[in-house]
């Protein structure tokens, strides 16, 4: 009886070890079924999103390139982990040359679970990304910063008195195409509003755009634009920095003149009031201060004066965020308004070492900002919206610096990225930073480098170097990664 049940157990699993390798195979011929309509699927979506694929084979292994779009007369740059390609400037008179269509790869990022930005406290870092009326370009614009700089946040400013210049009517159109386009990206969305309509402005302001623009007589009129904008846009907007600069007439123009927190805060009230009524996971940021070390009535006032004042008069109520700026200038981030070595070669900018003051200083302007948050007994971070280091090494024959900006000169590329990642060490070391915006991606390119024009005075710090090639902090910002970075509610 063992030898038959032996026999039949051996033939039993013949049976089911036959059974198991037909399995296995109608299993793989099934799966390499799917794997093909797959992949075919997915050549489908790309060959449709892009119109075309183009022949010329990748250049190295690891890049990731970006096609010009069509028609558009403007370039747009190779962005990739290894050495640019250069492109020789074209002899007088001579058209620029484009760089080939590249082939676009297409990588799958992995799935993270959504931290809702009003409950992630932990530092984060964006960038300052210039429009294009060419929806097409800002879209590479936006997706530079999402896939090869690898960051979350886009900052991008909304200049009210150009979307409203007559009460009640406002041209959504550019926000229409913006709001939706950086929505589909899925990166954050830090709008800095700012610039009362002229309709808005205090009787007999004096009003000239750009160089005296001002708040709303009536705040009111505000608050009915954010209610507005919010309800068209739920959910494409993350933080709203309310204003920008307040503490100098250039942005803060009123009838009678006058630089005055209290007034701010009477509009950040407002503003504070209705963005929660209609959307409370959006962080309010308080506008960042210009760092200027000068007080003149009517036209500019010290930032660590008009701090006190804004809390003061109540301003921590009525934010999430403290906004805060510092553009760098010549001097590392990592020293004292009171301690600064001189540079080598000596700088020729003289400023932070003739007239001492911590508005030069990236690290004293923060820490004195974050004193007097502690001091009125709030745990309040900051929100840096605007910080960076310029440079011109590479922006000779391209314009004249505008008096003032010397600094740019002292400044190499070098020091630019170097200057730029010990700003960013600090601010997640010191643990009081929430979210910094660096300043900026593109404002030179879309000026030709031309450092002398109408946005002249941001093109050293673009982080796009002429002919499109990056400056070295670029590898620095792609190396941290911080899209790959888990996020934690708090």
Known sequence: MSDIRETISISALRQRQQIHRRQVRYFAIAWTGITLLLGAATFVAVYTATGALASEPLASSGSFLLPPPAESGVLVAQITATPFPTFPPPEQGQPIQEPPTPVIVVATPAVQPTVPPIRDLDFDLGIAVQKNPDPNVYKLWVEMARDQLRLNWVKS????????????????SEL??????????????LLSITKAPDWARDPGARIVADVHDGPPANPQDFADFLSALLRRYPGKIHAIEVWNEVNIDREWTTNPPAIDARRYVQLLQVAYNTIKSIDPNIIVISAGLAPTGANIPGAVMDDFIYMDQMIAAGMLNFVDCVGAHHNGLNVPPNYDWNNLPERNPPARFRGPWENPHHSWSFKSTLEGYIKRIRAAGSDKKLCVTEFGWPSVEDLQGRGQLREGFGFAADNTLQDQAEFTVQAIELMQQWGFVRLAMLWNLNYGAQAGWDISGPVGDNVPWSILGPNFQPRPVWQRIVDMDFRSRPRRAQ
């Open 157 to 172: 400013q909304l200049v009210w008195r150009d979307t409203e210049r007559v009460k009640g009517q406002i041209d959504w």
């Open 176 to 189: 229409d195409a913006s709001l939706t386009l950086l929505s589909e990206a899925g990166v954050k969305v």
